[in-house]
């Protein structure tokens, strides 16, 4: 048998309780793990820019029922809505409103479909998926007689067509750690920051987040001309109109020939 005197007491106990929390401390960042990047965060849009792919990648500790949602995000503007309708027999605009900050550029890509990762009710709270996108009037704007659901359908159709907004299950993950996306900006995206979300999900809970940034530029002589009519609208205009007269001159004097 051996004994200690209380300074030794205590100095093992000071051992044992740093060897613990280290171990516990350990497990919490194990069991919290997620981390993610971008191949790139700059993409510089050019005269000839046709669009970028980039791919993001990232760790998670992943077990049974995890999955992996991931947000990009382009920078809000206001947006026209118009309905059309047949009168005497041609099809013009009979009602048109402005939406505000609306996503100019939306993906969301996961695992799995949204509706099996988690319930409608998560959905709505985090704001995730075409169907929960805000789809706010400016003050002023009104939608008469239809559902607004209908608008906003009509609104998702047509960015999807252009595709600007996007939604897909693409999300891949390798030897249950490793997951990768894909993430395709294309040719007619506005210059701006775009803010990408990663979550990760477990047992249909937001279990862990994390954040990223693509910043979009023009550069070269779409940038110039991007900040001279902004900055000079009349003038740009002004500008616009003689070119377009000149042009058309120019072609009628070689077509007379």
Do not use: C
């Not at 992996?68 to 809000?76: D, S």
């Not at 985090?126 to 003050?139: M, S």
């Not at 490793?178 to 979300?197: C, K, M, Q, T």
């Amino acid at each position: 048998m051996f004994s200690l005197s209380s300074k030794s007491f205590r100095r093992l106990a000071a051992i044992v309780f740093i060897g613990l929390t280290a171990n516990l401390t350990t497990s919490v960042v194990a069991q919290d793990l997620l981390v993610a990047d971008l191949n790139e965060k700059e993409v510089a849009i050019t005269t000839d820019f046709n669009g970028a792919d980039l791919l993001l990648f990232g760790t998670i500790d992943h077990e049974l029922n995890d999955d992996v949602i991931i947000i990009v995000e382009g920078p809000p503007k206001n947006i026209a809505i118009r309905q059309k309708s047949r009168v005497s027999g041609i099809w013009i605009n009979t009602e048109s409103a402005t939406l505000e900050t609306i996503p100019s550029f939306y993906q969301i890509s996961s695992t799995r479909p949204l509706n099996v990762i988690a319930s409608t009710k998560t959905l709505k709270e985090l704001g995730l998926g075409l169907d929960n996108i805000p789809f706010d009037l400016i003050e002023g704007s009104s939608i008469s007689g239809d559902d607004p659901q209908v608008w906003k359908a009509a609104l998702i159709r047509n960015m999807e067509n252009e595709g600007l907004w996007n939604e897909n299950s693409d999300i891949k993950v390798r030897k249950k750690i490793l997951f990768r996306s894909n993430i395709h900006l294309p040719a007619n995206i506005l210059p701006g920051e775009y803010h990408v979300r990663i979550l990760h999900f477990r047992s249909g809970q937001l279990f862990n987040e994390t954040y990223s940034l693509i910043n979009v530029q023009k550069k070269g002589l779409s940038a110039q001309i991007y900040q001279f009519a902004h900055n000079y609208p009349p003038a740009y205009g002004m500008f616009a109109i003689i070119f377009a007269v000149f042009m058309g001159w120019g072609a009628a004097r070689v077509f007379r020939r």
